[in-house]
């Protein structure tokens, strides 16, 4: 066999370190200038996002534990005072007296 046999395969200008075209061109790409921006660009806006959704859980348990101890209580008391009120009404209309929303008719003057 010829030497020229042995390389039938080879392209002008490559050389036979076991690296293809394509190994190559990748690997010159992931070393770019604009792929290693993109990538500490990436970093940094998970960072941030992450920052963010760190304070933003922080705002909604405030949140929502200030409902709890302020709002909720005051609700409930909302709730007994409306009880309270529809219990007097029945007792009253029981006992036969006009409902106290009826306001009696003003004498005129």
Do not use: Y
Not at 63 to 76: D, M, S
């Amino acid at each position: 066999m010829s030497s020229s046999q042995g390389r039938r395969g080879s392209l002008p200008g490559t050389s036979d370190d076991g690296k293809g075209v394509l190994s190559r061109f990748s690997s010159s790409i992931s070393q770019s200038l604009i792929v290693s921006r993109g990538k500490r660009t990436a970093s940094e806006a998970a960072t941030v996002a992450k920052k963010l959704l760190w304070s933003t859980g922080r705002a909604a348990w405030i949140a929502g534990t200030t409902f709890l101890v302020l709002v909720v209580p005051l609700i409930i008391e909302m709730d007994r005072e409306q009880q309270m009120n529809e219990l007097e009404m029945q007792q009253a209309s029981l006992l036969g007296a006009p409902p106290p929303s009826i306001a009696a008719p003003a004498a005129p003057k």
